[in-house]
């Protein structure tokens, strides 16, 4: 159980596009979903808080003009990376919480290169 | 956990021996504690987790302890094996009353085991 997908697993494309990265949970539902970004042998780093149906909650220092995300339905999350450059590069990861102090279940991330 | 470094520690242990990764939070008013399994290109993996009301809990080889005085958590393998090889994160939250628990996640240790 607590089966989180991300789609896709892996992005190159050319500076100036935007790029979109969907989260679903496959299992149960999502009343909150989380948005990381991982540069290699680092730790998660927070974007973002989605919560169903509102608008996201944007850690400091994360554009959210930039980095666009979307919390739809109680299964899908999606994260836009608008007009994204080379500095954008990195490992980008969802995870899923259900809610009331359960823990949170992840994707298996999407690695996002930008030439 | 302790925020991010660029500098990964490593444990190297043999095949068959316990494994102890140690990990240090800052936030006191932190009260649920998870210990994620992260291999290399996919997302992290639930392993355990532990309330604040709690100092040890157990699961399938492993044992988390948490010492609330000095702010430190402990995770241990017993018999490790070579799948055990990953970068382990812990990770510390307090609930905001709004959905999941958010989470802090440490820097990490990989852990790597010489068959």
């Known amino acids: 159980g607590a089966v989180v997908s991300q789609h896709p697993s892996w992005v190159i494309c050319k500076s100036g596009t935007s790029v979109k990265i969907e989260c679903r949970s496959l299992d149960f539902q999502a009343t909150t979903m989380f948005w990381y970004r991982q540069f290699p042998k680092q730790s998660l780093m927070l974007m973002a808080t989605s919560n169903e149906g509102s608008k996201a909650t944007y850690e400091q220092g994360v554009e959210k003009d930039k980095f666009l995300i979307n919390h739809a339905s109680l299964t899908l999350s999606t994260l836009t990376v608008t007009s994204a450059h080379p500095e954008d590069s990195s490992f980008y990861i969802c995870?899923?919480?259900?809610?009331?102090?359960?823990?949170?279940?992840f994707g298996d991330g999407t690695r996002l290169s930008i030439l | 956990g302790e925020s991010v470094g660029l500098h990964l520690p490593t444990l190297s242990v043999q095949e068959g021996d316990n494994s102890i990764i140690n990990c240090a939070y800052s936030?006191?008013?932190?009260?649920?504690f998870i210990w994620y399994k992260q291999e290399s290109g996919k997302g992290p993996q639930f392993i355990i987790d532990i309330r604040s009301n709690m100092d040890k809990r157990q699961g399938q080889r492993v044992t988390v302890l948490l010492n609330k005085t000095v702010k430190h958590l402990s995770l241990q393998i017993a018999a490790t094996q070579p799948g055990d090889s990953a970068v382990y994160f812990c990770a510390d939250g307090a609930y905001s009353g709004a959905g999941s628990y958010q989470l802090t996640f440490g820097k990490g240790t990989k852990l790597s085991v010489i068959p």
């Open positions: 995870s899923a919480g259900a809610g009331q102090k359960t823990p949170q279940h």
């Open positions: 936030n006191s008013a932190s009260d649920y």
